[in-house]
């Protein structure tokens, strides 16, 4: 098992670039996640997926943020234009959920976002 | 809405000590999950130990245990016997039992003196 793979795990950029972040969630895990860490703000949930499905994006900061999950493999974060108060660890976490249990949320290794 | 506190921003203790890390939470809703996570310097997030709110015990894993107390809403994470390895940030979380999102705590930064 892989676990949850992002890329790119570190992005330098320029204020105004497009930036697309990646997430290969577990296989056969049913749900996606992308949180953002800041100093400031701690652990925040952007939005999540439910086979493929996006369930809650009232986390997403505003127009210039994106996600998409186009299959069960795959998932992108996308900012456009990106800003310097973007700069962040963006963390991608899959679960697969099961009638009992704790149903563990596991991330991937996070993908640390400069914006200059 | 869901609400994850953790007071103490850092904390140092000695090695081989036992440490309480502590958490507090509000949430209205009867059915629901809490976790602790632990962040070293390198960035990734390790799941350490879960309690449900209908778990009639405590949690344990290994060294890690959870006083659960209910009524109080808390959930502290006691980590007995300390190793330099436990230096880290600490996360405390929630989720509600019908959804799936994780809500977290702004963490206790844990250092461990020789």
């Known amino acids: 098992d892989a676990g949850v793979i992002q890329s790119p795990r570190h992005e330098v950029t320029e204020m105004g670039q497009e930036v697309t972040l990646r997430c290969k969630p577990i296989?056969?895990?049913?749900?996606l996640f992308w949180y953002r860490q800041t100093m400031m703000r701690g652990l925040e949930l952007l939005i999540y997926f439910n086979n493929n499905v996006p369930i809650d994006d009232s986390g997403m900061p505003e127009d210039r943020f994106s996600a998409k999950m186009p299959n069960a493999s795959f998932s992108t974060l996308k900012i456009q234009p990106s800003e310097p108060r973007d700069s962040a660890v963006y963390f991608c976490?899959?679960?697969?959920?099961?009638?009992?249990?704790?149903?563990?949320?596991?991330f991937g290794a996070g993908s640390r976002l400069t914006v200059l | 809405a869901q609400k994850i506190t953790q007071t103490q921003p850092g904390m140092f203790v000695q090695e081989k000590e036992a440490v309480t890390l502590d958490c507090t939470y509000d949430t209205s809703d009867p059915s629901y999950g809490l976790f602790w996570y632990k962040q070293p310097s390198s960035g990734e997030m390790i799941f350490l130990i879960y309690?449900?709110?209908?778990?009639?015990q405590n949690a344990t894993e290994g060294r890690y245990s959870l006083n659960f107390q209910k009524a109080r809403k808390s959930a502290n994470l006691v980590i007995s016997a300390s190793q330099l390895g436990d230096s880290a940030m600490y996360f405390c979380a929630m989720r509600k039992r019908r959804a799936q999102k994780l809500v977290f705590g702004q963490g206790t930064r844990l250092t461990i003196n020789p």
């Open positions: 296989s056969g895990h049913d749900y």
């Open positions: 976490a899959s679960i697969r959920t099961v009638q009992s249990g704790a149903n563990v949320l596991t």
């Open positions: 309690q449900g709110s209908y778990d009639q």
